[in-house]
């Protein structure tokens, strides 16, 4: 057969397939580049936006489509951004492959991120301060689940770690000497169970790191390795467990942390809009309090890029509100 003939037939071959068949191949590169936990999310994000048009024919898939579906998708802003970065991703793989001759997603319009008042009010309302902090323990639960998941609240306040992280978080990795935590390590549960956990490499190469710890950290530590040591179970090398020896489900803490929340009943907070990464947030907010510089935040957190510390930093708190009044109030010229 000629050379011509060949490509006649390869480029007609081509024509027929479906997004299924050329998204399958993709999976199987994607999976290759990108963390288990990783690629299970990614997968669902664009699962949802193709699942429309899987069975057809990738050559007949216009940009019209993409764009009705984000115009009626009620996924906020930030989540649509993240969807069509991914699927441009799909896209130019499909390019390079040689199985279209352009890409549709380059043609979609997204609207922009209207910041309204309640936008602001609501990102500023996502953290802790310290006094809305003591609010919330007195609040805390006292059943022996709820009592091991107020240490890892707590803990999580005073450390800035990821969930995953904090629960990755074994006795090797304590220095006691040093009043130190190495954070090595990531727990996976959304490729997986939390049962059958995996543990991974942190989320960067930045948030491998080693975070001192202060004086009610290691109390925390202490009252945990008493409980631990009742309990017969396999998972005996880590912190955060309940009473059945298994790691503490991400999803019973962020319902824990509402369930807190909605008898706290703190001022202009939202009980529904809590979860374990708020945490994360008052630790940063924390430390801005604290007079903390921002690149020495990003070190103790693990952020590799300085507009997110950015973000949580800027949202001032009502003690430095109050202290800048204090300090114009005592200001002499």
């Not at 510089?293 to 949580?312: A, F, S």
Request: hydrophobic fraction near 35%; charged fraction near 30%.
């Amino acid at each position: 057969m000629l050379d011509y003939d060949v490509e006649a037939v390869n480029k007609k071959r081509l024509q027929t397939l479906t997004v299924r068949e050329v998204y399958n191949e993709y999976k199987e590169f994607r999976k290759q580049e990108l963390k288990d936990s990783t690629y299970y999310k990614q997968n669902l994000a664009m699962e949802k936006i193709f699942v429309e048009i899987l069975d057809k024919k990738i050559v007949n898939i216009s940009s019209s489509y993409f764009q009705r579906y984000f115009m009626t998708s009620k996924n906020s802003i930030p989540y649509k951004k993240l969807q069509k970065s991914l699927v441009n991703l799909f896209f130019k793989f499909s390019v390079k492959m040689g199985v279209i001759d352009f890409n549709p997603i380059e043609n979609v319009e997204l609207p922009k991120h209207r910041k309204t008042i309640e936008y602001i009010e609501k990102k500023r309302a996502k953290f802790f301060s310290k006094d809305e902090m003591k609010v919330f323990k007195k609040s805390f639960g006292t059943s022996p689940d709820e009592v091991r998941m107020n240490y890892l609240i707590e803990f999580m306040y005073l450390t800035g770690l990821r969930i995953g992280e904090a629960l990755a978080l074994m006795w090797e990795n304590i220095d006691f000497e040093e009043n130190s935590i190495l954070i090595k390590y990531n727990i996976d549960n959304h490729s997986v169970s939390i049962k059958d956990f995996k543990l991974t490499s942190p989320k960067t190469l930045d948030s491998f790191r080693r975070v001192s710890i202060n004086n009610r950290c290691l109390e925390i530590l202490c009252s945990l390795k008493k409980m631990n040591s009742d309990l017969d179970v396999k998972n005996d090398k880590f912190i955060f467990l309940n009473e059945r020896g298994n790691l503490i489900y991400p999803q019973l803490l962020n319902k824990y942390l509402k369930k807190v929340g909605k008898k706290a009943n703190i001022e202009n907070k939202n009980y529904h809009d809590f979860s374990s990464h708020m945490l994360r947030h008052s630790h940063i907010s924390l430390l801005t309090e604290l007079g903390v510089p921002v690149k020495t935040i990003m070190e103790r957190v693990g952020h590799k890029d300085e507009k997110t510390t950015l973000q949580i930093y800027t949202h001032v708190t009502k003690n430095m509100k109050d202290d800048v009044v204090e300090k114009m109030n005592n200001l002499n010229i």
